[in-house]
Structures are given as structure tokens and as C-alpha cells.
């Protein structure tokens, strides 16, 4: 994947996760995937990854 690409390649990576809101899925599973037990909501999970040249990559669900 893109991140572990950037994993391999930095000596040094800053990362941020963070869980942003989202409406409730209709399917079953999607559901499931997506709830958060600690906000008590549905939400997508995001870590945001920086380098030492300031460069960002948001890779999504990266975090289930």
C-alpha cells in the first residue's frame, strides 16, 4: 500500500489518528465496520502521515 511505502522509506514520520462522524450505513456489515464503541457512533477512521519535508498522506480506514 501507499502508506507502507512511506513507512519504509522515511527515518522519521509524524502520524495523527483521529475518527470523524459519518452516517449510519444501511448495510449490515458496513455497519459493524464502522461503529465506534469508545464515540458511541458511526464513524470513518483516519491517520493522517506527515515527513520530515512537511509532505502529508491521509490513508482512510487505515485504522479498523
Known amino acids: 500500500s501507499k502508506l507502507r511505502k512511506i513507512l519504509e522509506e522515511q ?13 449510519r450505513p444501511k448495510d449490515k456489515v458496513d455497519q459493524k465496520e464502522n461503529y465506534s464503541g469508545k464515540k458511541k457512533r458511526h464513524t ?9 519535508k512537511k509532505e502529508i498522506t491521509v490513508d482512510r480506514k487505515s485504522v479498523v
Not at 527515518?11 to 452516517?23: M, S
Request: hydrophobic share 30%; proline share 5%; aromatic share 4%.
Open 44 to 52: 470513518s477512521k483516519v491517520l493522517v502521515v506527515s515527513n520530515e
Open 11 to 23: 527515518n522519521r514520520l509524524y502520524l495523527d489518528g483521529t475518527e470523524q462522524p459519518i452516517r
